[in-house]
């Protein structure tokens, strides 16, 4: 499975963004899907995750109530939709999928993309 990230940006405290992640290669509707984030300095975290069917969620509690996971599996993609940024928010954001199960533990997931950068200003 190939992974593309995109939608990453300078964006000011408060404002919104909107990430996605094309999968190609593989059987997407089968993959948990997950968003992580590294910021400079620091370990990769868990951003959000989502099952298979879309149909279960997952949020790191720092994001909880501004991020939004979904996916289209018609299309694809999965999608990340975060809103009322603040400056911590600022990492390479990346999207990885699972061929077992779904959720947080970084180490379970298969497949990475390449990340995209948000930047957020104060």
């Known amino acids: 499975v190939q992974l593309q990230a995109s939608g990453g940006g300078l964006v000011q405290a408060g404002g919104s963004l909107r990430l996605s992640c094309a999968a190609s290669?593989?059987?997407?509707?089968?993959?948990?899907m997950g968003w992580f984030r590294q910021a400079p300095g620091k370990e990769r975290e868990f951003v959000a995750a989502?099952?298979?069917?879309?149909?279960?969620?997952s949020y790191a509690d720092s994001v909880k109530g501004r991020f939004t996971i979904s996916r289209d599996n018609a299309k694809n993609t999965v999608n990340l939709q975060m809103n009322s940024l603040r400056p911590d928010d600022t990492a390479v954001y990346y999207c990885?999928?699972?061929?077992?199960?779904?959720?947080?533990?970084?180490?379970?997931?298969?497949?990475w993309g390449q990340g995209t950068l948000v930047t957020v200003s104060s």
């Open positions: 990885a999928a699972r061929s077992a199960g779904w959720g947080s533990r970084e180490g379970l997931y298969d497949y």
């Open positions: 290669g593989g059987t997407f509707s089968r993959y948990g």
């Open positions: 989502v099952s298979w069917s879309g149909g279960m969620t």
